[in-house]
């Protein structure tokens, strides 16, 4: 059974840096794409940061250039630098794999940046 574990959220004030960290165990195959969704409540889960199983990687406009994404293709780990974090910033991050058609999910870690 694949299983997503992400590590890394917590509280930060505005201006400062959190390490997003995912790993999939169970898995016996590379991802197609994997990466980091958000979702605050009320709102639709949207896409922060992805990368391809090419090295390809895509960043949401919000997050663009404050936001570094790494990932290990061979490893199924996905890491997110996030810098100058913003309140807008505030929601729970899920890790997101998708890989053989379908997409697994991590169960989320909380980001609160606040002061």
């Known amino acids: 059974q694949v299983q997503l574990v992400e590590s890394g959220g917590g509280l930060v004030q505005p201006g400062g840096s959190l390490r997003l960290s995912c790993a999939a165990s169970?898995?016996?195959?590379?991802?197609?794409?994997m990466g980091w969704y958000r979702q605050t409540p009320g709102k639709e889960r949207e896409w922060a940061a992805l990368?391809?199983?090419?090295?390809?990687?895509n960043y949401a406009n919000a997050v663009k250039g404050r936001f570094t994404l790494a990932g290990d293709n061979g490893k199924n780990t996905v890491n997110l630098q996030m810098n100058s974090l913003k309140p807008e910033d505030t929601a729970v991050y899920y890790c997101?794999?998708?890989?053989?058609?379908?997409?697994?999910w991590g169960k989320g870690t909380l980001v609160t940046v606040s002061s």
């Open positions: 997101m794999m998708a890989a053989h058609g379908s997409m697994y």
């Open positions: 169970g898995v016996a195959f590379s991802f197609d794409a």
């Open positions: 990368i391809t199983s090419g090295g390809t990687i």
